[in-house]
């Protein structure tokens, strides 16, 4: 009788401590789950995120933009979601068709009509058994056309390479941190932050607009720059009308913006006009027309003769097969086999002495074409020149000098108060201190290690409070107003707080 209670209670004791031991493990299980539902759940409405037409976006409030793209408009998209976007919207950019192999770009090169012609003589020359005409033909036409292929495509190589050297770039909110990103990197949803001279990296619904003037000649043909605001349009005309839409490929003149990216690469305005644009057949060069309306007038002349050849020797009863190799000879006679070489090789010359110029020639008309030309336009910033600047003097109202040395946005360099060569920092020359303060308040820029985010003059003059050690007397100052810089009045000035003043009388704040 002991024996079968105490085989009971063991039997009870086992039975509450297996259940005491599963309960938690299946609580955590579905923890688990539940997690996984959820982060599938997110998965699933990244998914839904689409592009958004700029005449639907124009529409909507902001904080329903907010909502359809699922982003915080403080902190920005988290990394995670910009990943599983990017796999549904792919990367911003325009993906040419040139997936053609390299065989076939070879045989293009045989399209010339006046290659074509000689081709056919050569195969004529076969025919009537002269061997030696047709090898010097083919012989000929292979150098032409090995020679333009070498060129082009060693061309169409380094020009793709210098396209991985300039990529364009943007300033993005991510996680709370402003980030300078490549263009390319973008999805819907980013946060882009826009100021004067950047070229507007996607179609972006604006938020935040502080005087925004947009040219968008590139896409309207508009020479006059248009104002932007973030307000709603009740609305839609046509593109030109969208003023709290700016788009792609267009570029700010004037002030700053803040706005929800909700277009990217072949899904925006621009890449419409992208589309358009492959459908098109690239124009030929002067040169191409005149070697193929030569090509077209020799091969009707040849045409002619063996036609009159032959109807001459009908009407004198000689035999139609002489007739026509009489006619075929003085035809292939006709044609200026050593036309197309002296052309390639003049055309190769010609890309030759450009390439020791640093000019990149991706098709070999294209020299002649530039021969034409007698006055070449060229964006100087960033495309000549680095596209940064540096304070190398400095000189206030009361008559100190100082010349400033370090090159760059590292900060590296000093100060010298001349003539003494006095190094100063912080506030130990106050002209000097107050004078680097208000370029240093005044300002919209922002350094990263060696990387600045905004205007190149407004970066010279961060770098060059950091040489004075006061690039961190900004974070003491709340910005009430700004009126941005611009090329016609020659200043920017701000309104702003000390950061204890805040509540504290207007006549307190002060101007920069």
Known sequence: MVAKHFSKFFARGSFLRWSQKYQPLGSRDLGGELEEESELREVEQEKEITALPPK?????????????????????????????????????????????????????????????????S?????????????????MAVIIVVTVAFIQEHRSEKS?????????????????????????????????VCLSMGDRVPADIRLTEVTDLLVDESSFTGEAEPCSKNDGILTEAGDLTTLSNIAFM???????????????????????????????????????QKNMDKLGKQLTLISFVIIGLLMLIGWLQGKHLLSMFTIGVSLAVAAIPEGLPIVVTVTLVLGVLRMAKKRVIVKKLPIVETLGCCTVICSDKTGTLTANEMTVTQL??????????????????????????????????????????????????????????????????LVALAMKMELSSIKDNYVKKKEIPFSSEQKWMAVRCALKNQEKKEEEEEEVY
């Open 249 to 287: 490929g267009t570029l700010v003149r004037y002030g700053k913006a803040k706005g929800i990216v909700i277009g990217t690469g072949e899904n925006s305005q621009f890449g419409e006009v992208f589309k358009m644009m492959q459908e098109e057949e690239t124009p030929k060069t002067p040169l």
């Open 56 to 120: 639907e976006a124009c529409k909507c409030q902001i904080d329903d933009l907010a909502k359809i793209f699922q982003v915080d408009l403080e902190t920005g998209l988290s990394e995670l979601s910009v990943l599983q976007r990017r796999v549904k919207h792919g990367w911003n950019e325009f993906v040419v068709d040139n997936t053609e192999p390299v065989w076939k770009k070879y045989l293009d090169q045989f399209k010339n009509p006046l290659i074509l012609l000689l081709l056919a």
């Open 122 to 138: 050569a195969l004529v020359s076969i025919i009537t058994k002269e061997y030696e005409d047709a090898v010097s033909i083919t």
């Open 159 to 191: 020009l793709q390479e210098l396209n991985k050297l300039v990529p364009p770039e943007c300033n993005c909110v991510r996680e709370r941190r402003l980030q300078h990103l490549l263009a390319r990197e973008l999805v819907p949803g980013d946060l």
């Open 395 to 460: 000189v206030t109202s009361d008559g100190f000098k100082a010349e400033v040395s370090g090159v760059g946005y590292n900060g590296e360099g000093n100060v010298y108060l001349l003539p003494s060569k006095e190094v100063i920092k912080g506030f130990s020359n106050i002209s000097m201190g107050k004078l680097v303060e208000a370029g240093c308040v005044a300002n919209n820029a922002i350094i990263q290690k060696t990387t600045m985010m905004g205007q190149p003059t407004e970066g010279a």
